[in-house]
């Protein structure tokens, strides 16, 4: 389905992106991305896949990504004062992002449905599910962690060679490719005209450096969460990659150890991306979850 809009979303009242897949009377599932990425970052090959699976897919950006609103009159982001604890550079948090998620089913008429959220869209998931239990139907939590600055550090040593991104769009997207050099999955192949390709069209949908230091700020802003995520009562899938050094296994540990009954998948040479030969396993490992969640609490 071609992208849409859905305007005056939830308490916010603001504008998201979205697009769905798939047949509109499955089970819906919606994908969460991550920190500075757009929706365009779950790739359709993969949403093909999971739809084949009898599956209903929205994809949308975030606040302050691509083609939803941007917070640009809010205060400028500072990470180094939200690291050291000051957090009134904060535009929001994670229950703003998870409030417009549920402000985006509000709009498609659904009363819930099945979350799927990698990185920061793995944090925003967990937020929605602790927030607004009755609106969430299962909870695949990807490559993320618990808000516990302990674990799912990032391998600050490795990223700090990448420098900061050029402004210029030749520039943003050779740095892209450089970036998931470092970031990507050191068991699979790094397709690198894919990475060019979609950074190029990230660029040109609502590229915002500063959007993406103010979802980080609201990170840092919203806590640690792991007391909350051991109320759960959701079925729960934690996939984390056994070489990720944007976020540390260490977070996928946790964030299922909080979890009651949340299962653990650790996937060898798995870095902080989706390759292509991980999709069939992936999407397969979702809609196992989601069909044992379907014939169990909702349908209780």
């Known amino acids: 389905m071609s992208e849409q809009k859905a305007l005056n979303v939830g308490s916010s009242g603001i504008e998201m992106a ?10 819906p599932v919606l994908l969460i991305m991550g920190g500075g990425a757009q929706m365009i970052n779950w790739p359709e090959g993969f949403c093909a896949l999971l739809a084949g699976h009898g599956l209903q897919l929205i994809r949308f950006d975030n606040r302050d990504s691509g083609r939803s609103s941007h917070f640009h009159d809010g205060p400028a982001p500072d990470l180094q004062a939200a690291l050291a604890g000051d957090f009134s550079s904060a535009s929001y948090t994670l ?5 417009d998620a549920v402000g985006l089913l509000d709009a ?60 210029d769009r030749r520039g943003f997207v050779d740095w892209q490719v450089r970036a998931f050099r470092v970031i990507g999955s050191p068991g699979f192949p790094l397709d690198e005209a894919a990475v060019a390709e979609r950074a190029g069209r990230a660029y040109d949908r609502g590229h ?82 989601v069909r044992r969640a379907e014939g169990t609490s909702h349908n209780a």
Not at 18 to 27: I, L, M, T
Not at 95 to 99: G, P, Q, R
Not at 127 to 156: C, K, N, Q, W, Y
């Open 18 to 27: 979205y697009e769905r897949f798939g047949d509109p009377g499955a089970p």
């Open 95 to 99: 229950s703003d992002l998870a409030a």
């Open 108 to 167: 498609l008429g659904l009363d819930s449905a099945h979350l799927v959220g990698a990185s920061l869209g793995g944090m925003i998931a967990q937020m929605m599910a602790i927030e607004h239990p009755g609106r969430v139907r299962s909870l695949t939590s990807m490559m993320s962690t618990t808000g516990d600055l302990g674990v799912g550090r990032p391998d600050f040593a490795k990223l700090a060679r990448l420098g900061p991104p050029p402004p």
């Open 208 to 289: 915002d450096p500063e959007g993406v230091m103010r979802q980080s700020v609201a990170v840092l802003a919203s806590g640690d969460r792991t007391e909350r995520l051991r109320s759960l009562k959701v079925p729960t899938l934690v996939i984390h990659g056994a070489e990720d050094v944007m976020c540390d296994i260490s977070g996928g540990r946790a964030t299922a150890a909080a979890i009651p009954g949340a299962e653990l998948v650790v996937i060898k040479g798995l870095g902080h991306n989706l390759p292509r030969e991980l999709w069939p396993r992936i999407s397969t490992l979702i809609a196992g979850l």
